[in-house]
Structure formats: structure tokens, C-alpha cells
């Protein structure tokens, strides 16, 4: 019998080999998301102008000016921002999955709660925002996969990354008792990030979830994510401090995202000096990049001591 070993240690180490290629070309891909300090949010009023001066590292905004089809980015816009007169910065567009907003250039003359039948009640809060049975090929399809769809819109405009926000949405339809609720996220989500990585080749394109940190023990879920973002973790809207437990319960979920080193983004809603200096303080020190604002997201807030540099 002949001897295999040589043969079998040379393919071991040229595996070694193509797994440390891989490995060293996925750190580079993640060092776009490294050594941000800062983070700005803003949804409403943007002006363009105005925003290229910001010194923020990262900021998360709407698509749109006025959030609807008049008012889309376009690639020269994005651009512009992106290598503005404050500084190069990662622009992140604003998208809710878990809810239809009937200002949005999908809706259609006629749309009501039940037609189509994927279109859920309005939510009370919010007005024009309607509950949608997120598994629904259709408006996932809305979502993404065709030139028209949300994303794809984003991702051609030239936006580094995607803020995704209603995830929570799937806590409404378990208490409805849909038991597939959590998975039909974590997938909905999961989708998405493949859809971006490897259908559009946009491999360094940022998936932010916002809220529903809990959903990070799925790590199917965790490693499809760039990083989470989580309102109110120390104040609520506004000037109202949150409890203890409430902090401990949300930092438990991301401290799990900081430890696969990547990014926890907070936004707390408070304008007291005091309050602004806690936020900034405690967020720091759990390795979180922390921003406090308006529960009106329609400015660009520069805390006083935490302005960006």
C-alpha cells in the first residue's frame, strides 16, 4: 500500500492556507465599520447641505428628504455626504419592515387593513403606519429582490448600510398567538443581509436591526447583523430615567453583540445636561457609541461636551 500522508498534509495546509485568506479578507471587509466614535439620526427636515458639515462618523437617515419617491437620495447626493467639507462618514438609510407607512412610494390608491391581504391594522401611535404579516412573499418582495424594491433602491443610491426598524413587530403577532412570529423575523432579517451580500455583491454593507435585542441569542441572526441599534436604554421620551432593571435586562443582549466586536448604537431621548452626561457616560463605558436627541428625529442634536470630532 502506498503512502498518503504527504498528499494529505499538503491539501491540510493548503485548506489552512484558503481559510486564513478568507478569514483576513473578512476583517478587511469589516474594517469599514471600525474606529466609529460617533453616530447622528436624523428622519425628518435633512438638509443636505447642512449634513455634508457634520463631523459625525456614522449617521442613520431617511432614503428620502421628505420620505417619499420626490424627495430619494441619489448616488451624487450620497456622495456628497459621504465625503463632505465635516469629514468622510457612513450613511445609513432608514427602513421599517415591520410596518407599511402609506406616504411611502410602494403604497397604492385603494390599500386598506386586509387589502392586500397582507396590509394588518393601523397602528394607533403612529399615524399612516399600518402592522404588515411580514412573512408574506409580497411585501417582502416590496422589501427587496427587484430593481424597484426598497433596498435595492438604497443600495443603488449608494448607501453604506440599511437601519431596519419594526422589528419588534414580532412580538404583536405572538401575542396574537402566530407561533412562527420570531423565526419569520430572524429569517425575514437574515434575508435580506444575503440578499445585499451576495445577489447585489455589496459584501461591506451594513445591516443595523434596531430594538428587539433579544433576537441576537439566535447567532444565525447575530452574524447576519453589522450592529443593533436600541432606543431608550437611560431615558425615555423625555427626561424620564429608566430603571435598573430595565437597563440591566437590554445590556445583557448587547453586551453579546459587543463581544463579536460589533456595533451597539443607543439613542436616548433627553435635552437635560446632566441626563445627556449619564447617557454618554454609561453607554461608553459598556463599549456602546451613544447619541441623545429629540423623540422628533428631525435635527441633527450636538450634545454639549459630546459633539463630534
Known amino acids: 500500500m502506498k503512502r498518503r500522508y504527504p498528499i494529505i498534509l499538503f491539501l491540510a495546509i493548503f485548506s489552512l492556507i484558503l481559510t486564513s485568506y478568507h478569514i483576513v479578507q473578512e476583517i478587511q471587509v469589516s474594517n469599514k465599520w471600525k474606529g466609529i466614535n460617533d453616530w447622528g439620526y436624523q428622519l425628518q427636515n435633512i438638509n443636505i447641505d447642512e449634513t455634508r458639515t ?45 410596518e407599511a407607512e402609506d406616504y411611502r412610494y410602494y403604497w397604492q390608491d385603494g390599500w386598506k387593513p386586509g387589502a392586500p391581504e397582507w396590509l394588518d391594522k393601523v397602528n394607533p401611535n403612529w399615524e399612516g403606519n399600518y402592522k404588515v404579516k411580514y412573512w408574506d412573499e409580497k411585501w417582502q418582495n416590496i422589501i427587496f429582490g427587484s430593481p424597484n424594491s426598497y433596498l435595492d433602491k438604497i443600495i443603488d443610491a449608494g ?62 441572526y447575530l452574524n447576519a447583523l453589522t450592529g443593533i441599534g436600541r432606543e431608550e436604554v437611560y431615558f425615555e421620551a423625555t427626561n424620564i430615567r429608566t430603571s435598573t432593571h430595565h437597563r440591566d435586562a437590554i445590556e445583557t443582549y448587547l453586551d453579546l453583540v459587543v463581544a463579536e466586536n460589533k456595533l451597539v448604537l443607543t439613542v436616548d431621548y433627553c435635552n437635560k445636561q446632566d441626563y445627556i452626561d449619564e447617557a454618554y457616560t454609561l ?27
Open 54 to 98: 457634520t463631523k459625525f462618523d456614522l449617521l442613520v437617515l431617511d432614503y428620502s428628504v421628505n420620505g417619499e419617491a420626490s424627495g430619494e437620495f441619489t448616488r451624487n447626493d450620497i456622495i456628497s455626504l459621504q465625503g463632505g467639507p465635516g469629514g468622510s462618514k457612513l450613511i445609513i438609510a432608514y427602513l421599517s419592515i415591520g
Open 159 to 220: 448607501f453604506d448600510g440599511v437601519y431596519l426598524d419594526i422589528i419588534d413587530a414580532y412580538q404583536y403577532y405572538e401575542e396574537k398567538g402566530y407561533s412562527n412570529a420570531r423565526e419569520d423575523m430572524i429569517n425575514f432579517i437574515i434575508a435580506i443581509a444575503d440578499y445585499a451580500h451576495r445577489t447585489k455583491g455589496a459584501k461591506d454593507f451594513g445591516i443595523f436591526a434596531q430594538n428587539a435585542e433579544e433576537l441576537v441569542e439566535n447567532m444565525n
Open 283 to 309: 453607554a461608553k463605558e459598556k463599549g456602546y457609541i451613544p447619541y441623545c436627541t429629540t423623540v422628533e428625529l428631525d435635527s441633527l442634536t450636538l450634545n454639549a461636551g459630546h459633539a463630534p470630532d
